[in-house]
């Protein structure tokens, strides 16, 4: 599957643009919390009803214990009997019955209901069996008559009536219906605050960081697309932070990339006509290796050595700009050979007195890719020859050597010279193009090329050690490719 660039996913309309609001996290937001402050409700509004029912009835009881009292105490006909009639009445109950002392005493029938639908003893009800009680009578009563009985404060009496459900149940929908549109307000105010707050410290910094991200993968190349962080000490402000860090680490970075590409395409463009011009050169150094005088014939070679150091950068510059490089294909290796093929295109003569031992065993293998193995030798040696060519004096040793080692089933290949080391910054660079050289004016992309083979074997190149006049550089090969 094709890789998405930061251009193809900028070119998605609906990723481009601003998102629709019944998308947004804005709209989620409303919604989970007025859902979430309603279920809230819900689960308050249930006790609630069941309460409010509890509380009804027991202030019916009550009712009916102070009518019982007064027609208690009016046994001597004080009271008329049709004034007891309408106390009662006033009550809403059917009968009114006292027990003291496991006596039962009826005081008022109005209306002897033919049976009794529910017993509810008001001082032993749980509130479990409380609230289902009372959704019961919401949802199956108004024609049921209730028995309700209990202690009325402390007279140890107690006191019993007959009561039909219609006024319980109708007064517990009026509650609900309040309830209910009392908990929509809340709710709606509630998730409005939420909203609110939630908004400005969390939904807005996002939308910001969500449109910074689209508008720098329009034009990463702006710097005025990088977002600007907000001063802020929680998790909101470590990300903006971060991706500041990010998107201005990304801008340099393409911003190198293409430097490289213009860098590639400029080469590229000169290259042919520079082979031109170099061929012609060579055929003039050819040339002037025919003229028999000494001062011609100690030049000639210094002039085709300059001439191969020309071609050999321009060619690095094209090798590293290519997209990739070709897999190895690996063979079993004598490498004692392809050291010596190694020494015989290194700037090496008598004048400048630089030793090369090949210390590698002769019957030594190692399974690579040849001329992968041989660029990454030569790249490594050249290096190294440059170092120690600007080291005067007959006393000073200069001396490369390349040796090798086999640990289980993996090849080590050591190239070691007595140069002056390398610097700082180089080693601090040390496969970075173009910033990883040793040397004023150079590219630095021998040893990046030379990690790149190095790596396509499925191994490490890594600097052992570099002080003066000992630098160690080790090529890790292992005999088969690792799996993927």
């Not at 319980?168 to 309040?178: E, F, Q």
């Not at 430097?259 to 042919?272: E, F, M, P, Y």
């Not at 010279?417 to 080693?427: H, S, V």
Request: hydrophobic residues 45%; charged residues 20%.
């Amino acid at each position: 599957m094709a890789e998405r660039t930061a251009g193809d996913i900028s070119e998605q309309p609906h990723e481009t643009g601003s998102v629709p609001l019944t998308r947004g996290l804005s709209t989620k937001l409303l919604l989970l919390t007025v859902l979430f402050v309603m279920i809230a409700e819900v689960l308050i509004f249930i006790p609630s009803v069941a309460n409010f029912g509890m509380q009804w009835m027991q202030q019916r009881l009550d009712n009916a214990a102070a009518v019982s009292i007064i027609l208690m105490e009016g046994e001597d006909e004080t009271l008329a009997p049709p004034i007891r009639d309408e106390l009662l009445m006033a009550t809403g109950v059917k009968a009114i019955a006292v027990r003291d002392a496991d006596v039962s005493r009826i005081l008022v029938v109005t209306d002897m209901p033919p049976e009794v639908n529910e017993h509810i003893d008001l001082d032993a009800i749980a509130p479990p069996a409380a609230i289902a009680q009372t959704f019961s009578t919401l949802f199956f009563g108004g024609d049921r008559v209730f028995r309700i009985f209990g202690t009325v404060g402390d007279t140890g009496k107690i006191f019993e009536i007959l009561i039909a459900d219609t006024g319980l149940r109708d007064a517990m929908l009026t509650y609900a219906r309040n309830v209910a549109f009392l908990s929509l307000i809340i709710s709606l105010f509630t998730a409005t605050l939420v909203f609110y707050a939630i908004n400005r410290i969390m939904i807005r910094p996002i939308r910001g960081m969500t449109q910074s991200m689209l508008s720098f993968a329009a034009a990463p190349d702006e710097p005025g697309r990088v977002i600007t962080p907000e001063v802020r000490g929680d998790e909101i402000g470590v990300a903006e932070r971060e991706l500041a860090r990010m998107q201005a680490a990304l801008q340099k970075t393409l911003g190198e990339q293409k430097r490289l590409a213009d860098l590639g395409l400029a080469v590229s463009k000169i290259n042919h006509d520079m082979r031109n011009m170099l061929a012609s050169a060579h055929l003039i150094s050819d040339r002037l290796s025919t003229i028999d005088d000494p001062a011609v014939k100690t030049l000639t070679p210094r002039l085709l050595r300059t001439l191969d150091r020309a071609v050999t950068y321009s060619e690095g510059v094209l090798n590293y700009g290519r997209t990739q490089e070709a897999p190895p294909s690996r063979r079993r290796l004598r490498l004692h050979a392809l050291v010596e093929e190694v020494r015989n295109v290194l700037p090496l003569d008598a004048d400048n007195s630089i030793e090369f031992a090949n210390a590698v065993d002769e019957a030594f293998e190692i399974s690579a890719d040849s001329e992968h193995l041989f660029r990454v030798l030569s790249n490594l040696s050249r290096n190294a020859v440059q170092a120690m060519a600007g080291d005067h004096g007959p006393s000073v040793v200069r001396r490369l050597t390349i040796s090798a080692e086999r640990v289980d089933h993996t090849a080590r290949i050591y190239v070691t010279d007595t140069g002056p080391g390398l610097p700082q910054k180089a080693r601090e660079n040390l496969f970075a193009p173009f910033r990883g050289s040793a040397k004023s004016g150079g590219t630095g992309l021998g040893l990046a090329i030379a990690q790149e083979l190095v790596r396509a074997h499925g191994g490490a190149l890594e600097l052992v050690e570099s002080t003066g006049g000992h630098t160690v550089f080790a090529i890790t090969i292992p005999d088969a490719t690792p799996p993927a």
